[in-house]
């Protein structure tokens, strides 16, 4: 996609799932890529070498063009190592990929407020002081670039069971609004993507489960989940210079969940 090529991305929680995808797309696209990991080397590791031989039998010189970058997204001293070391590896951050997140499953009125804290330091609070970093970072070099929060659905439908993550997510939508808005004229972008029900660790509860999955399926206007994949490549064209015109937003990537799937027949005529 065209202005990707010779662009440094750093993408948090980039050692699995759709974060691992995008890490993969963008380095295929010809980026440097920073792959942050929390606490598990080998799996970052594994995300580097996919990346690096896909992107070398599109027959992309991948030497020197990626990084691992241990750090935890809730912690503050953290983000700011993993971004100055990726600064001093590629010399700059033009991509930012506001991935890292995690999700706990308990009644509204039971959530243990250390639970409930720890989801809102990782989805929201995280992936605005790795914003501000980064945005820090452009406006002392005098440049701009992109940031790519990953939302979820849950931006706009209620979750119940999930009100930490719903509340992060729904966060998450002003703060892709907010900064678009604040920084549209230094050209920096700032845009969501929303998936929907993807296939990916953070679902083995059902992913793992042709029963449990058939159900979740029977929800989506579309009728299937959707992969890592095909969230990776809206996060890449909204990294590209493609869509060079549009900031604030959040992309819906979801087989029609929102939708209002009830709604397909007239029940209410
Ligand atoms: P995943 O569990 O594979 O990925 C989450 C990644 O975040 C993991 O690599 C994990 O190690 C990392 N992470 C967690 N806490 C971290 C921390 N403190 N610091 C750094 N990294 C940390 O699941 P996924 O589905 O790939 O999730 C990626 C993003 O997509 C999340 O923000 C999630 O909310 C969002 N999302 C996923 C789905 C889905 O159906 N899979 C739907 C909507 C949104």
């Known amino acids: 996609m065209k202005g990707l090529a010779g662009k440094t991305a750093l993408i948090t929680g980039a050692s699995s799932g759709i974060g691992q995808a995008i890490a993969i797309r963008l380095a295929q696209e010809g980026c440097n890529i920073a792959i942050n990991y ?3 080397p080998e799996e ?5 070498e996919i990346a690096l031989q896909k992107a070398s039998e599109l027959g992309i010189e991948s030497r020197e063009s ?6 935890d997204v809730s912690k503050e001293d953290d983000i700011i190592r993993v971004i100055n070391t990726t600064i001093e590896k590629f010399g700059s951050i033009d991509i930012l990929i506001n991935n890292a997140g995690i999700q706990t499953e308990f009644a509204s009125h039971e959530v243990p407020t250390d639970k409930f804290d720890q989801v809102i330091a990782v989805n929201l609070r995280g992936a605005f002081l790795c914003a501000r970093e980064t945005i820090k970072h452009w406006l002392d070099q005098q440049s701009s670039g992109v940031i790519i929060n990953v939302s979820s659905v849950h ?13 992060s997510k729904g966060g998450m939508a002003n703060l892709t609004k907010t900064l678009a808005l604040e920084y549209a004229d230094r050209n920096i972008r700032v845009n969501a993507i ?4 993807t296939i990916t660790p953070i679902n083995e509860s059902w992913t793992d489960d042709l029963e449990q999955k058939a159900i979740v399926e029977s929800h989506i206007p579309m009728r299937r989940a959707g992969t890592s994949d095909e969230m990776a490549a809206s996060a890449a064209f909204l990294a590209s210079d493609e869509a060079a015109y549009i900031t604030g937003q959040t992309l819906f990537i979801d087989g029609g ?5 009830d709604f397909r027949e007239a029940w209410s005529a």
């Not at 931006?155 to 509340?167: G, L, N, Q």
């Not at 929303?194 to 029900?197: D, E, I, K, L």
């Not at 969940?257 to 799937?261: E, G, R, S, V």
């Open 194 to 197: 929303a998936p929907g029900a």
């Open 257 to 261: 969940l929102t939708l209002y799937a």
């Open 155 to 167: 931006e706009v439908i209620p979750r119940p069971m999930y009100v930490s993550y719903a509340i």
């Open 66 to 71: 990626s990084l691992l970058v241990q750090g």
């Open 38 to 40: 929390r606490s598990k």
């Open 44 to 48: 970052a590791k594994r995300t580097e």
